[in-house]
């Protein structure tokens, strides 16, 4: 079975601009995380989403927003990105929303602002 | 808030060595412990976890302890290998209901033959 598949894997954008990323969920997991990971950083959580309402938000500002579709995958949007915007962006997924349910994660999109 | 504290690294160890890496918590109440593994240019990838105090958990020869009287969770191995050279990261997700997961800096290790 296919896991967590993110998309794009690499992007650069500049100041500015917008980006939109793409996770798909492992097959019937119907919940979706986001996290970023800042250089030599851990993740830090962004949002979770379970049947397409957000459960959960991390403390990030108003720029960053997602969605969760009724297959299950997800966006999640940056507006006016800064500099301190690149990373990676993992997105992970678990079968229901409850806290004892191990998370998967993708290999993340990186993101480049110049 | 909840915090997880993670030894710096890099930690350089010659194969077959022990290995200790040392986590600590801060939580209310009694959260879940994990240790995930992330491997150059992946995503990472669920090592080991403990859900209650005293539990063990154990995978691939590596082990952890959930020591709620130390607030500790530190991950051992044997005997390493070349292979396990990645960043390690110790986290905890609070029992609150949603999936937030909070993670330490991470550690990395670098086993020479």
């Known amino acids: 079975d296919a896991g967590v598949t993110q998309s794009p894997t690499h992007l650069i954008k500049t100041r500015g601009q917008h980006v939109t990323l793409r996770c798909s969920p492992i097959s019937g997991h119907k919940s979706v995380s986001w996290y970023q990971q800042v250089l030599g950083q851990g993740p830090q959580f962004i949002f979770q989403y379970y049947e397409k309402e957000e459960r959960g938000r991390g403390n990030f500002p108003d720029r960053f927003s997602a969605r969760q579709f009724p297959n299950y995958s997800s966006e999640l949007n940056v507006n006016a990105l800064l500099l301190g915007d690149s990373a990676l962006y993992l997105c992970?997924?678990?079968?229901?929303?409850?806290?004892?349910?191990?998370?998967?994660f993708g290999d993340g999109t990186r993101l480049s602002i110049l | 808030g909840d915090s997880v504290t993670q030894m710096e690294g890099p930690v350089t160890l010659s194969e077959e060595a022990f290995l200790t890496i040392n986590c600590t918590y801060t939580a209310t109440g009694y959260p879940s412990l994990f240790w995930y593994v992330q491997y150059p240019g992946e995503g990472l990838q669920l090592l080991l976890k403990a859900t209650k105090a005293d539990d063990k958990g154990s995978n691939k020869g590596f082990e952890a302890t959930y020591r709620k009287e130390t607030t500790s969770f530190h991950l051992e191995k044997g005997s390493v290998q070349v292979s396990d050279s990645a960043v390690y990261f110790c986290a905890l997700r609070s029992n609150t209901g949603f999936q937030k997961l909070v993670f330490g800096t991470g550690t990395r290790l670098l086993v020479s033959p």
């Open positions: 992970a997924s678990s079968l229901t929303e409850g806290s004892n349910q191990p998370q998967h």
